[in-house]
């Protein structure tokens, strides 16, 4: 089997960071692979400069083209020369209506849905509910115990410059509710010291950074939009939230003041997180979904 990966992305964001876990858990298993990318991701991953004739020239000796975002889809879609197309779809937006979206969204043989509710997106644009399969985020699993809620406690969010990330909102409920707010540009290295984790975004297709939070034990709070309910499952493994200060507020007041509730939600989020979040778990799904594809393929 022979995947050629393409990713567009200049930042190691979180499709980024999920393309190249898979990159590096499908070389472990002895996949043949060639990865077209840029920025941060060519550096870490010893690819090649993505382009467009890169992408014809393997495309020629590809089994799988698979597309990690939407530029790369489109790319895929123009240059794949026969070569079946794998498409990642990670992000909750509507897909776009007109002649030319709906010529590249026919091309893939198979959409991976980072969750059920980007599975719906695609399927409401015409996707064919048999093209679209869901492969959730993973995380590299580790062992965690909850730490008790400090007196004054921490509170860590994502670095980010999207407006659409809720930075602002969060530092108003940190205020109303009393709270440190950081934001953390290394999750691996501030989840630890974290009281709590507070996720807000105005569209999300799953988030893996929540994934990653649970993965440490950590209390979460998060936004109650798109495919952040099958991340959280609200009163199980965290507190979902409207976009609201005193909405998000009292919810970090809950788990404050209730440190049997934060327990019960950090050792929940944990268990869920080792269940059905790890990076093995999506390395394999997304290994039976090419499986799945080049069955379905004819031989040239």
Not at 3 to 11: A, E, I
Not at 25 to 38: D, I, M, S, W, Y
Not at 51 to 59: C, D, L, N, Y
Request: proline share 6%; aromatic share 4%.
């Amino acid at each position: 089997m022979r995947v050629v990966h393409l990713d567009s992305g200049l930042d190691l964001r979180g499709g980024q960071r999920q393309a190249l876990l898979l990159f590096e858990g499908l070389a472990q298993l002895g996949v043949e692979q060639t990865f077209l990318c840029r920025g941060e991701l060519l550096r870490r991953s010893g690819g090649t400069e993505l382009s467009a004739m890169a992408v014809w020239r393997a495309a020629k000796e590809a089994d799988i083209l698979h597309a990690h975002d939407a530029r790369s889809h489109t790319l895929a879609a123009s240059f794949a020369q026969g070569a079946p197309i794998v498409v990642s779809r990670r992000v909750a937006f509507p897909v776009k209506d007109g002649p030319l979206s709906r010529w590249k969204y026919r091309r893939p043989s198979l959409y991976l849905a980072v969750s059920e509710f980007v599975r719906q997106r695609l399927i409401e644009a015409g996707v064919d509910p048999a093209r679209v399969t869901v492969v959730p985020d993973g995380v590299a699993p580790r062992e965690a115990e909850f730490r008790p809620v400090a007196d004054k406690p921490l509170v860590v969010i994502p670095a980010s410059d999207d407006p659409l990330k809720g930075v602002a909102l969060a530092r108003e409920a940190c205020r109303l509710a009393g709270l440190e707010l950081v934001r953390s540009r290394d999750l691996d290295a501030d989840l630890p010291r974290a009281d709590l984790f507070l996720y807000l975004t105005e569209n999300e297709g799953l988030g893996s950074a929540i994934l990653l939070a649970g993965m440490f034990a950590k209390p979460i709070v998060a936004s109650s939009t798109g495919g952040v309910p099958e991340a959280v499952l609200d009163g199980e493994t965290g507190l979902l939230t409207d976009n609201d200060p005193g909405a998000v507020a009292a919810a970090l007041g809950r788990l404050r003041h209730d440190p049997a509730l934060a327990r019960r939600l950090a050792e929940a989020a944990h268990a869920r997180a080792l269940a059905e979040f790890t990076s093995d778990k999506m390395i394999a799904r997304t290994l039976e979904a090419y499986r799945r594809v080049l069955s379905a393929t004819p031989s040239p």
